[in-house]
């Protein structure tokens, strides 16, 4: 009996896996995983707009959402607020 329970746990943690890695290859389909050029140079103006002057009027160059810049340190992040899948550059350091 002891082993019945023990297959439904891997069976279950196999659905589990396989759900988690649809989501992540659907997330690589609509959003890619890289930044191309023109996305980069639109990015960098942005951060560079939201460094010294805390707001831009650049949106993000796929979805269309605002972008924020969250800042820590030395390190900052710009993303977009589409559920943090969408886009993000991270600078680091001085």
């Known amino acids: 009996m002891d082993m019945d329970i023990n297959l439904t746990i891997i069976e279950k943690a196999k659905i589990r896996e396989n759900k988690i890695k649809e989501i992540e290859d659907k997330k690589l ?4 995983l ?3 050029n023109e996305e980069n140079e639109i990015l960098e103006k942005a951060l560079t ?3 010294m002057y805390n707001k831009t009027d ?3 160059p796929r979805c269309g959402n605002e972008l924020v810049l969250l ?3 030395a390190s900052s992040e710009l993303k977009c ?6 886009i993000k550059i991270i600078s680091r350091g001085i």
């Open 71 to 73: 800042t820590k340190g």
């Open 58 to 60: 650049i949106t993000c």
């Open 34 to 36: 890289r930044k191309t």
């Open 49 to 51: 707009e939201l460094a």
């Open 29 to 32: 389909k609509l959003y890619g």
């Open 81 to 86: 607020l589409n559920d943090n899948i969408c």
